[in-house]
Nanobody, 118 residues
């Protein structure tokens, strides 16, 4: 069973930075895409950033230039460096990985709260 463990959320002032981490374990197959979504109060879940294996990262327009996604395939870990945080970045952030084992399956982390407030 694939498990995702997230860390790094918290409270930060506007303009500050946070780094989220998500470590995947338990898969017998290679991980394809790794990414982050978020859900703000009263809003739909939205894609923040995603990076395919060996491919180019994609970002939501709202975070491009401020957030950077990266992955360490040796550790099956994906990171999200968040700079110049704004109050509208406040949300629960969810890590996701996509694994191919005859079909593409997406797995999700438990979510980590990010609150941007003065």
């Amino acid at each position: 069973q694939v498990q995702l463990v997230e860390s790094g959320g918290g409270l930060v002032q506007p303009g500050g930075s946070l780094r989220l981490s998500c470590a995947a374990s338990g898969s017998r197959f290679s991980i394809n895409a790794m990414g982050w979504y978020r859900r703000a109060p009263g809003k739909e879940r939205e894609l923040v950033a995603i990076v395919p294996s060996g491919g180019r990262a994609n970002y939501a327009d709202s975070v491009r230039g401020r957030f950077t996604i990266s992955r360490d395939n040796t550790k099956n870990t994906v990171y999200l460096q968040m700079n110049s945080l704004k109050p509208e970045d406040t949300a629960v952030y969810y890590c996701t990985v996509q694994i191919y084992s005859g079909a593409y399956i997406n797995y999700w982390g438990q979510g980590t709260q990010v609150t941007v407030s003065s």
